[in-house]
């Protein structure tokens, strides 16, 4: 699956990093966290939270019922329908068997979901 459409792709900052990964550490997800650490770039975009839900739900509505995928996307929509804010920052780690976006808020206090690919799609 194609993860995500970016308008302009940075690099986080040591600094910026460092709270992305505490936040992982603080969510309980060490696997993840662990792949940002391993990382010497990670990329990053804001979106509009609204850009994002239409892209999502679209791709919903055309995602096989039995895609262990499904239950991922319907998550993250669900979680980026309750998100208060206007843009939600996509940080992106890709290796060389995969890619995985990240969805947080742009002040690392909030951890919205995960999808993964592997590097083929």
């Known amino acids: 699956m194609f993860l995500v459409d970016c308008y302009r ?6 600094q910026e990093k460092e709270a992305f990964y505490n936040l992982l550490g603080q969510s309980q997800q060490a696997e993840l966290a662990q792949e940002v650490s391993s990382q010497d770039l990670v990329n990053y975009d804001d979106v509009p939270v609204s850009h994002l839900l ?9 995602i096989d019922p039995k895609s262990t995928s499904k239950s991922e996307l ?11 804010g206007d ?11 995969s890619q995985r976006v990240i969805f947080t808020d742009n002040s690392y206090h909030k951890l919205i979901g995960c999808l993964s690919s592997n ?3």
């Open 119 to 121: 590097a083929s799609n």
């Open 87 to 97: 843009l939600i920052r996509l940080n992106i780690i890709k290796t060389n068997h």
């Open 9 to 14: 792709i940075d690099t986080l900052r040591d």
């Open 54 to 62: 239409a892209t999502y739900r679209f791709r919903l509505e055309s």
């Open 74 to 84: 319907e998550f993250l929509i669900g979680n980026m329908s309750t998100f208060k």
